[in-house]
């Protein structure tokens, strides 16, 4: 099992960044509210990952603090709930909104994420929380660096880049390709970074 990763960063094309450690280059899928927390490319991470073996491939995916990481752990072991569909619920909402979701039995607030129908959000609600009793939304000591206050320099002639980055991590994230579009033409101002694009665009479809 691969539990933690610290490397460079490579790559960042949301919801994957490349890290690399010790030489190897490690693919690392995050959720969201994970990828807003890495550094910029070129600087040095601290990722708690969660490895998946299927039949067809061996996928990583990596958090900014262990309680994500235990949440998503979590999250696959309910009915209906893939790997993929944990990193949606966790790209559109905190550790600490989703429990919160839970303890007051939120189903209207699940169902705006993709892939989270009525059912699936009412089965949740009722399967997830015995198991987030002892979750506590806190960082745990030890995860990877919040960024700067001062957002990424926006590289001139990039706004096109931004938007299709955007697009791209929206529909890997399950939402389709007309709501996307919609909602980044909406939120979208001049000389936007990607993640703060698709953070806005997240935000406005909460």
């Known amino acids: 099992m691969i539990g933690r990763i610290r490397g460079v ?34 600087q040095e991470a601290i990722i708690y990952t969660h490895f998946v073996v299927r039949e067809d491939a061996q996928l990583l995916y990596g958090f900014a603090n262990k309680t994500e990481r235990a949440l998503f752990r979590e999250l696959i072991k309910a009915n209906g709930v893939g790997p993929k569909l944990a990193l949606t619920i966790m790209s559109g909402m905190s550790a600490e909104q989703f429990i919160q979701c839970v303890n007051y039995e939120d189903v209207t607030a699940l169902v705006k994420l993709p892939g989270v129908g009525k059912k699936t959000a009412e089965r949740l609600v009722v399967e997830m ?13 030890g995860g990877a ?3 700067a206050n001062n957002e990424s320099v926006v590289v001139l002639g990039a706004m096109d880049d931004a938007k299709q980055e ?13 709501q996307a579009l919609q909602v980044i033409k909406s939120v979208y101002q001049d000389e936007m970074t990607s993640e703060q694009l698709i953070r806005e665009a997240l935000r406005a479809m909460a």
């Open 9 to 42: 960063v490579i790559e960042k094309q949301a919801p994957e960044v490349l890290v690399e450690a010790a030489g190897v280059g490690y693919e690392i899928q995050v959720p969201m509210t994970s990828f807003y927390q890495l550094p910029d490319a070129g």
């Open 166 to 178: 955007a697009l791209s991590a929206l529909l890997a994230l399950g939402y389709k390709q007309a």
């Open 145 to 147: 660096p919040m960024p």
């Open 129 to 141: 929380r015995d198991r987030l009793k002892n979750l506590q939304p806190v960082i745990a000591e």
